[in-house]
């Protein structure tokens, strides 16, 4: 069997684990639909009836970002309880291990905001269906950069729940400081020029954004956008990597992180 | 009652050393309202005046909720770990046992709701020694009801811990969003609204806000949640220490 057929086997294994941990399914498929069809009606009443359509794609993003994190998770567990020490054993080069665990964080990511997607448009009725199927690859992309970012945190986590702390400050400010509940104009109108750089680059916002402009309302594909999404993820994806790398060849070499 | 003390003062020696959490809560706190809460403000001011205050007392009561939560788990947690037979072998009540998660939540969430409210009212200009008492009092019979909430349920866990999470989570996300803590009662669509009289949430948070001055028109009669809110803490209480007077015996550890 060739490295690339037991990396894609770890990966699919590692996949099917994501949609065993029922009560995960639960937290996110309550968390986004109770997003979507309760606050962003609510909001829709006191804003206008446009901003739920501008909400409802930015959900989807949330929906792809919890689910990708899951990763985090599950790097942060299978070091705490010495699993890697197994994952190890396997006939499988370092890189291969790291490359299933981030593949796998984006398959499941994708999946995952593919079903908010579904959903989504049957409350919004999507301009450009086409479009929407041309993101897929690109929010999979997405996927596995916020996949390695978790599995980045998990990594540096040594102590106890420290893993937590970082996910909870990633997820608020990540979903705070982006353009998925305002608009990019907004944030330049109303807060400093530092914070507004922030929003407009997070990778989360150049998601909404395209899947606002192309696939709901129909534009053409923006390109750079695209190109700005690939940009902010692939570095994301490899400095996960790269830590969960270095993890793992430290226990390797000395057998402890 | 020295017993209860020394098992309280036990469990709140244990909270006060994981100050990261409580630093990441109000930094987090703070992040929300400076950006979530000042725009939100500004795209909802003809509907909602004064949102930013609004808001600010909902994300207060997410954080009560939170710390109430935090108690159920806390209390599961012991279960599946063994530690729970090793608290009921101790010389104390299981009244008293109860009584020592219920002073544990309460400092949980004093420390975490207190700094926030006191910069949230400076920063608004309305710092005032009553309204802080008065709010924290509300509060704390919130996080009573939502801790005796969140214990009657943990006998699910006993069963499964997974799905124990999968509810609490489920639940959690209804009762936050259904309520008024980000919006008030009058706009939410008529199918919404019924189920938002269900949350206590809806209740400990219009009370908060009339308590620190809100304008009336956009919250519930004040009477009613002062009612609701105190009838949900006497009665959730009232329930867990029945579970864990006659439920609890016999629990497995993981």
Redesign the interface.
Known sequence: MSQLSRLVRIARTDFSYFFRTKWLMAVLISLSLSDMLVMGLVYGRLIGPAYFRFLVPGIVVVGLFSAATDTGRRVWLALREGVVQYYMTLPIRTGGLVGAYIISGGLGGIVYSGLLLLIASIVVPPQGILNAIVLIPFLFILSTGIAGLAAFFASVSRRGEMYWVYAQALQVSMVTISTVFYSAQTITKYLPAPIAMIAEYNPLSLAAGVLRDSAFNGGPLDTSALGNLLAASLPLAALGGVAYWIILRTIRLKGKP | MNRVLTLAAYNVKILLSQR??FF?AW??FG??IA??G???S???ST??PNYFFFYAIGLMVITVFDSGADVGRHFVEHAHEGELPYFLSLPISRGGFLAAQAIYGVANTMIKVLPPLIGVLWFVGDLTLQGVVFALISMFLLGLGITGIMVSMSFIAFKSV??Y??FL??LS??IV??STV??PLI???NF?SPISVFSPLTYGADLTRWVLGFDPNFLLNPILAAAVVTAVAVGTMSLSARIVDKVIEGVKAA
């Open positions: 990261t959490w990441l930094a987090l992040l929300q950006v979530f000042s725009l939100m500004k795209l909802v509907a909602v997974d799905i999470s999968a989570a489920g996300a209804l969003r259904f980000f919006y706009f939410m669509p919404y």
